[in-house]
C-alpha cells in the first residue's frame, strides 16, 4: 500500500475528515462534550462493540481510499509531492 502519508498529514482536511469519522462512530453529538464522564462513557461503548469498530475501519478505509486509482495506492504522480497539492 503506497500512500503518501506525509502530504496527507500536512493537509488540515485529511484532519477534519478523519475526527468526523471518528466522532460520529463514537456516537457524538453537543451534549457528550459537557463532561469528561460522558466522554470516556462514549468511548468505552464504542471499544467494546466490535461491530462499530468494524464499521468505523471500513469507514476510515474509504475516506483514506484515493477514489482516482485503483486499489488503495496513491498515483505516481501523487507519491511524489512534497505538499498538498494546489487547485487551479
Known amino acids: 500500500m503506497k500512500i503518501n502519508w506525509k502530504v496527507r498529514f500536512k493537509n488540515p482536511y485529511f484532519w477534519f475528515g478523519l475526527l468526523a469519522v471518528i466522532l460520529t462512530a463514537i456516537g457524538a453529538d453537543p451534549e ?46 501523487a507519491l511524489t509531492y512534497n505538499k498538498p497539492k494546489k487547485q487551479k
Open 32 to 77: 457528550m462534550f459537557t463532561s469528561w464522564e460522558i466522554v470516556f462513557d462514549k468511548i468505552k461503548i464504542f471499544i467494546n462493540n466490535p461491530f462499530l469498530i468494524s464499521c468505523t475501519i471500513v469507514a476510515i478505509i474509504g475516506y483514506i481510499n484515493d477514489q482516482t486509482t485503483a486499489g488503495l495506492n496513491d498515483s505516481a504522480q
